[in-house]
């Protein structure tokens, strides 16, 4: 299983950014992965959870977007993105896509790389 993020960089406060996280090898095609989503981790703190959308698009936020990100998924690309939008200082951190998925029988959590964001000030 390979999840491969990509998007990050170096954005005003204000801006935005588009994240993608490009699925392939066994997790097979994404519609049928049972959840996907997005965690960050900001330096010296704990990884938490931005996004989840869930294989029948049931969709949850961290308490922190407020409207401001929106997940989504193209699954003839299989891919899954997230929309970032009014970006914050406070909104940098290394961005990991990840994926609760079934592969051969068992259901386990697989991570992709991660993609720095940094909003400026």
């Known amino acids: 299983v390979q999840l491969q993020a990509s998007g990050g960089g170096l954005v005003r406060t204000g801006g935005s950014l588009r994240l993608s996280c490009a699925a392939s090898?066994?997790?097979?095609?994404?519609?049928?992965?049972?959840?996907m989503g997005w965690h960050r981790q900001a330096p010296g703190k704990q990884r938490e959870l931005v996004a989840i959308i869930s294989n029948i698009d049931s969709i949850n936020y961290g308490d922190f977007v407020k409207g401001r990100f929106t997940i989504s998924r193209d699954n003839a690309k299989n891919t899954l993105y997230l929309e970032m939008n009014s970006l914050k200082p406070e909104d940098t951190a290394v961005y990991f896509c990840?994926?609760?998925?079934?592969?051969?029988?068992?259901?386990?959590?697989?991570w992709g790389q991660g993609t720095l964001v940094t909003v400026s000030s």
């Open positions: 090898g066994s997790i097979g095609n994404i519609s049928s992965v049972h959840v």
């Open positions: 990840s994926a609760y998925a079934r592969v051969g029988g068992i259901f386990s959590n697989y």
